[in-house]
């Protein structure tokens, strides 16, 4: 059951991930049809080349004229959207193949997840189908596959549109996973490019989406969401050839023997033992996340911040509290608070008032009110040898308001010399400006808590290790 | 150092917190004022009392007649606001002493937490004073006190009174965790009664609040973020006294040996052993959270749900990848999945279609389209003996948008015989409304993610079996 990886299989999976020409099998105006939803989301992503509803039973789908069958459309499509019924999968794909379309997502489920060998069955005479032809099939049993960048939403989920374009790549066996990550992310601001549901992995598997990705210029991080994976060995071979090109996250699940009985059900295959996927996973450079938002906040870190070059870490705050939770994350995670050098400190001494916390962790909140003192001191660290790693954690307080408008230009200019992680928190609307214009300059990574931002610097230093 | 809890003293505590009149000594028209700060805050509450600036260089604060001292104001006052340098903070304590006042709010800093014996020696005198008064002091070195059902914002930052009235309320050495929480439930929906920050503690210690928020009527559930105590024997046998009223969770920093170092300079005290203090509280009553966002997450889960009859787990969702990560979580917390019984399981295959995954975990993706369905299912599994509790757990993904507003009846009416804690997640505005319905009526709670939600039932374990 290996996948022969030709040259013209990735050609053909970047080709029908960034299409000119799109067709909808099983298209409809039934607002209770996922062909329906999936029309509206190729809408709602402004796709930009032409879309083709299909349907033998309409004349028009939502507005634009349907056609009786794949061939009907008398035209090149390059990916084709199947949201049919399961027993008419066989003839669409055949149809697909003989139209030398670039590739299919296939939503439609009833396949190997289900409790019945005739799913098994089916599964595996599309496979030798589309493998026979050398086509990529996403799915069966996905939501489907979104490319933002290129206005695609090939998905039941309109909403899919609503993130905002990143670099972000997302890789995961479940939809639902899918969803909440890409909820999460909107609600966090977090850039995505391409969303990627697997599901039963016909003929395209992790290997091929990290061999994909990893050429992709327009993704920089690569973020996986795994439960089992039939051929761990090719992921392996994948992640190890392209190893060092970006990084690459994984989130396996499936740690439980109750897991193992849902993955089974779920995408048809066997969630396997968390703990040797780990060390495997590790070896080729892929590195664990434990949890949704843990991949998440890995993915914004990995994707901006350069290597640690060692485990010293500096803790620079506008509250003592914030850099005590910090301090307790870092310490069971095996970093240490770095030891300011002479100028450092006579730096620090000078910009802070006497009696103010000036060794590391730095409380900066008494000079909240001068943008010089708090860039001086930002600065200052930056510059000392014995600094590894920086954390600036501030929550907002009124009086501090100015504080990050004040220091964008300066994380915009200091050239990311060093890991910065930051956790500047304000109410809804006060500093969503200055936080939205470093997000996407590419500065700095600003995560949720103090907790999540020293996390992510652990496993910043995991991954340089690694 | 024992403070006395005379009756007379948690009476001044009430009602310095539920006052009448509010003066502001320091109350300042210049903006980088922190006392310019404080009259805001109170105008933004909306306090429906007096406020009076008190400040001898000016005739008006805000457009509000000020007076030269506090004795000047020739009215009884419930609460003194005091941000004043604190050379002059004796003479004001005196100064309400003398008048009776309540209770004082001590924003200013420069006490025990300098690195100055002076401000040790200040603080211990100011102590003396207010003790031999019998007076409740909250601070010194705090951002204030909040009390949103008496639309009481006595801090620095108006953005407090963004928060949603509820009945959670939080306890804080830290002002930087406080502002972090409060923020944190904000963006999250979640209300909140008091927010108190206690700084150095004056006279008001943590043992204090535990005892007036056990008796306050509007408060459900009492967390705390701690750093060191100094009296952990008082706060433990407060915790004992109101032992079983309500719940009671200590997020406790302070664990790294840097840690101690910041909190000696942060709030004047030592963090010292967490496993010492975590022992202690178990003991007490008092349940451990291990981060910011979980002390939120288990006071929500807290003030909604039972105790947990036992460890067995219903996972029931709208796409079974979620269940696989709570899986794996409820399982390492020493949770189990419960076996359903033969009604139960009659029942789900009745509702379920064939070939779906209709044992637990439950993957009700398919029934999406029938709330009659959702709800049989979910109605089965609570009536079932062999449930001890229930993580229902589904994203949006358009085609299910009904699945959420077709619950809100049958969970609003469902009368909580069992804990049940969900993750229901859709872009922003989809399910905003049912989910705020839901938490107004204190029906639900809905966390973040599928791992929040399956740690928080293991947390809700831990402290049943307490």
Known sequence: MQTEYSESFQGRLRSMLSPQTV????????????????MKSLFRGGFPGRIIPVNPGSDSVLGLPAFQSLSACEQPVDLVIVVVPSGLVLSVLQEAADLDVRGLVLITAGFKEIDDPAGEKLQSTARELARSKGLPVIGPNTFGAVNLRAGLNATFTPEFSNLKAGDISLVSQSGGIAHLLAFLAENQGVGMGKVIGLG??????????????????????????????????????????????????????????????????????????????????????????????????????????????????????????????????????????AQF????????????????????????????????????????????????????????????????????DFFLNWGQKKPLITCFLSPKGIWDEPLAALEEQKGIVNLPTPEQAAQAMAGLWKHSLS
């Not at 510059?383 to 004040?406: C, H, K, Q």
């Open 23 to 38: 067709a909808v099998v099983g298209a409809s105006n039934n607002t209770e049809k996922l062909g329906y939803h999936v």
């Open 341 to 408: 050098g002479r100028s450092t400190r006579k730096k620090i001494h000078e910009l802070l008032p006497p009696l103010a916390l000036r060794d590391n962790p730095v409380d900066m909140g008494p000079a909240w009110y001068s943008t010089e003192a708090v860039q001086g001191i930002v600065g200052a660290v930056l510059e000392d040898s014995g600094v590894d790693g920086i954390l600036v954690l501030t929550m907002y307080a009124s009086a501090n308001r100015e504080v990050l408008p004040g220091l964008t």
């Open 200 to 337: 039963n992995r016909l003929t395209v598997d992790f290997a091929d989406m990290v061999r994909y990705l990893a050429d992709d210029p327009e993704t920089s991080v690569i973020a996986m969401y795994l439960e089992g994976v039939d051929n761990p060995r090719s992921l392996i071979a994948a992640a190890g050839e392209v190893r060092g090109r970006k990084p690459i996250i994984a989130y396996k699940a499936g740690d439980s023997g109750g897991g193992d009985q849902v993955s089974r059900s779920h995408t048809g295959s066997l969630a396997g033992n968390k703990a040797l996927y780990q060390g495997a996973f590790r070896q080729a450079g892929i590195h664990p996340a434990r949890s949704s938002q843990e991949l998440l906040d890995l993915a914004r870190t990995f994707r901006v911040c350069p290597r640690l070059g060692g485990p010293r870490i500096a803790v620079l705050s506008g509250q003592a509290g914030p850099n005590m939770t910090a301090l307790d994350v870092l310490e069971a995670e095996g970093l240490t608070l």
